[in-house]
């Protein structure tokens, strides 16, 4: 009997080829047997502001194993035009994109100049330091501070270096807060921080002259994109174009961006050398000229009554974009609407400015604008209830929408252009589970116990709701063989998820086959040409919608070809570890026979497909193909929302911090999720492991430390801080609620991001329960707290 796949704690199929060292990454494409590869390496600027005057590859031409280099006058067609804006939106009035290769100026250190291409990698940047170019230095603008101040410009056509203004209000907010009861003003900053997957970016391509066809192989996020803008670039039909994702070492959102210079160019460069060309970015290349996030000021205006609850709040906020703005207002737009979590403020005005800065762009990462947000609302909440003299989660409680009020609709528009409408939730439920996971009512006793023995302990909660599962549509299609082996395939990418374990579960589960006969391709434009990306934890929703419908309808056909065999009724039918059988008889047909029968034949070429032949099958009177059907057993469906679906979370942490050294230590760590129906327990874990490992770099180590000069100084591991096992702690102690999402057939919510996006805000609740001042600024080191206590003590 086949066993119910969906909830269950199914083993990750992946994972005996990633722990044997069986994964197969973009490095891995095209060596050994393929010498003939060559590869590329890039002259990116030195420099974080300056004019272009001359460049001199004089020395680079003549040396031995260089095939050919570019320059931007090199360029010709849409490879000369300014990269692609590929989310634009009416409120950014000053959009700016990079060229491939820069023109004229340069914008952030790390920018894109040359390209060159030689017998290996050695030989490529042995060229690349030959190249000579004479600048025209320009001052930098480097921070929100300096951007605001608008002293300098980044762009001399964009006045005050703001590329967008933007507002959403429901309500008066400034009304409410004058009329409050009680008021308060808060000042809130995040740092800039960078995703680093262990698998940098990298790109291999071929062209076959024969065909005039190009195969790309990309480590992206999306390749129907990069398929999309290879094609637009290289004057390509769409169909000369294929773009194949291998195992991927990671995305985080990095890798989102489409195309970054060097998936042009390496494409570019094999078609003009007829040989396949290379390029694999090392981690100073990734530091320096991939994309960041995360740096944004906030100011905090509240109004509230006695009892905690918000009646009026207005927010303004300064979003550092870095040099460019290829992805658009996605980041502070998500900020804007999701900083309100699982509140409802009486009245809400948002209001924010996106500022240029000469410093690597800002693209999303992972949580993507709701870890600035959510630390925003928590640390309001923090603040409510220290002006009142009240208990924090109390606070909360008196400020959740309840359960009978979805679907909540805020009044605001998502970063999707739909409607912020939360689909499900039940808040309060959460806050109970929370409450008991972490012990929140014992606390002050055990800190208490704590503090007889010389040691400061401080608890914090962090609440979040995300949206998950946006459009505009993803597809699947499934394709059961003679083998009666199943084959699917999607158009997302996978980066390490779980994807070929969760929708073989969803096949399974749908057509009755075991899951060891279900295979799952993904990211291979030639099986699915048709997706949007794996990125915004919309995978399972999107996908896995997609996998469902598509499986349903390939069973709907199953049954179809299998009563007519079996003279059966389809009602009558079911089917149980791939046998159709006839409900109370010995009547039954593999799956695969009926795959078999589905493909009439004129020609046996192996004993299965005897069966299928012209004169050992089918009804004389009718055509072999009956009417409105196609060959063969499969199902091909798409998934297209109509809004996005909202999970939702809260996050518990206990601290301990050293009275002597200011060293912070993470004592316990809870979460409770909600992500509505599950389908695999330990694969959603598992990315809660993961988002709360990297909230606790975001909250305690992570920085991007540019100097004045736009250099940055802490490109490499030696430097940039994050944490290992040892930070991490050794117990995250999970909960879950399931409230199913009305919007899609299975019910799901998307989990991917919820286990970094309340992280900086619990950590900075709890250090300022330890330490009893307030917390403003994240991340914070052991330096920081101690600067902070040294504040605190002088001016109380």
Not at 531 to 537: I, L, P
Not at 664 to 689: F, K, L, S, W
Request: hydrophobic content about 40%; glycine content about 10%; some cysteine.
């Amino acid at each position: 009997m086949t066993t119910r796949l969906f909830g269950q704690k199914v083993p990750r199929v992946e994972d005996q080829r990633f722990l044997r060292g069986k994964g197969r990454y973009v490095d891995d494409i095209l060596v050994g047997a393929h010498a003939g590869t060559l590869h590329a390496a890039v002259l990116r600027s030195p420099h974080a502001h300056a004019r272009i005057l001359e460049i001199d590859v004089d020395e680079v031409l003549g040396l031995e194993g260089v095939h050919a280099v570019w320059t931007h006058e090199d360029l010709t067609g849409a490879m000369a035009a300014p990269l692609p804006l590929l989310i634009p939106h009416p409120a950014l009035t000053h959009g700016r994109t990079q060229f491939a290769l820069a023109k004229d100026e340069v914008n952030y250190v790390g920018e894109a100049i040359a390209f060159v291409v030689a017998d290996d990698r050695y030989v490529a940047e042995d060229a690349v330091d030959r190249i000579r170019v004479s600048y025209e230095f320009l001052p930098p603008v480097v921070g929100i501070e300096a951007a605001r101040a608008a002293t300098n410009l980044v762009h001399d056509d964009v006045p005050g270096n703001v590329g967008a203004r933007m507002e959403q209000k429901n309500g008066d907010a400034p009304a409410a807060i004058a009329k409050a009861p009680r008021t308060l003003s808060l000042d809130l900053f995040i740092e800039r921080s960078s995703c680093q997957p262990m698998e940098g970016r990298g790109v291999v391509a071929r062209w076959d002259p024969d065909t005039s066809r190009l195969t790309v192989w990309s480590s992206t996020q999306t390749s129907t994109g990069v398929r999309g803008c290879v094609a637009a670039r290289l004057d390509l039909a769409l169909a000369q174009v294929d773009v194949v994702t291998p195992d991927v070492g990671g995305g985080f959102g990095v890798k989102i961006v489409h195309p970054w210079p060097e998936e042009l160019l390496v494409p570019m460069a094999a078609r003009a050398l007829g040989r396949p060309v290379k390029f694999t970015e090392d981690r100073r290349e990734h530091f320096i000229s991939s994309a960041h996030e995360r740096a944004q000021v906030h100011h905090v205006e509240v109004g509230f009554d006695d009892d905690g609850r918000v009646l009026g709040l207005d927010v303004q906020f300064w979003h550092d974009h870095g040099a460019y703005s290829p992805y658009g207002l996605i980041v502070p737009i998500i900020t804007a609407t999701q900083l309100l979590g699982p509140y409802k403020p009486g009245a809400y005005r948002v209001r924010f400015e996106s500022l240029f800065t000469n410093t690597v762009m800002v693209t999303p990462y992972r949580g993507a604008g709701r870890p600035q947000g959510c630390f925003v609302m928590e640390r309001t909440m923090d603040a409510i209830a220290a002006e009142l003299g009240m208990d924090r989660a109390e606070v909360r409680a008196n400020n959740f929408i309840q359960p009978d009020e979805f679907p909540y609709e805020h009044g605001l528009v998502f970063q999707d252009g739909r409607e912020l409408t939360y689909d499900s939730g039940d808040y309060p439920a959460s806050l109970e589970k929370i409450k008991a996971l972490i012990g929140w009512d014992d606390f002050p006793a055990l800190k208490a116990e704590a503090a007889k023995e010389g040691r400061q302990l401080g608890i914090g909660l962090g609440c979040y709701v995300e949206g998950t599962g946006v459009g505009p549509y993803e597809g699947a299609h499934v394709h059961i063989e003679t083998s009666g082996k199943v084959k699917v395939a999607i158009g997302l990418t996978t980066q390490g998820q779980g994807h070929a374990t969760v929708f073989a579960q969803l096949v399974a589960d749908e057509l009755g086959v075991p899951i060891e006969d279900v295979e799952v391709t993904s990211g291979d434009t030639r099986k699915m040409p048709y997706a949007v990306g794996t990125f915004a934890s919309r995978a399972a929703v999107m996908s896995g919608s997609a996998v469902h419908l598509a499986a349903k309808s390939a069973k709907e056909k199953a049954l179809r070809i299998a009563a007519e065999a079996l003279e059966a009724d389809v009602d009558d039918l079911e089917i149980i570890d791939g046998i159709v059988r006839v409900r109370g008889t010995d009547a039954q047909l593999a799956l695969g026979t009926v795959a078999v029968l589905s493909n009439p034949l004129r020609y046996a070429f192996d004993e299965a497909s005897k069966a299928a032949t012209q004169f050992a099958v089918g009804d004389a009177s009718k055509p072999p193909v009956a009417e409105g059907e196609s060959p063969g057993l499969e199902g091909r469906e798409f998934y297209s929302p109509q809004r996005a679906t909202f999970a939702s979370g809260m996050h518990a942490v206990i601290v301990e911090t050293d009275p002597d050294t200011a060293e912070i230590r993470i004592v316990r760590y809870a979460v409770v999720h909600d992500c509505g129906n599950i389908i695999n327990p330990m694969i959603v874990e598992g990315q809660i492991h993961g988002g709360v490992a990297q909230g606790v770099g975001g909250a305690l180590y992570e920085k991007m430390a540019y100097d004045e000069s736009g250099q940055l100084q802490n490109a490499s591991f030696m430097d940039f801080l994050m944490p290992y096992v040892t930070e991490v702690p050794d117990t995250i102690e999970i909960d879950h609620l399931e409230t199913p999402s009305p919007l899609n057939p299975l019910g799901i919510k998307g989990a991917g991001e919820a286990g970094v996006i309340p992280g900086s805000a619990a950590i900075a609740a709890a250090i300022e329960d330890a330490e009893g001042f307030t917390i403003t600024s994240m991340p914070i080191s052991p330096s920081d707290l101690y600067a902070l206590r040294l504040t605190h003590k002088e001016t109380s």
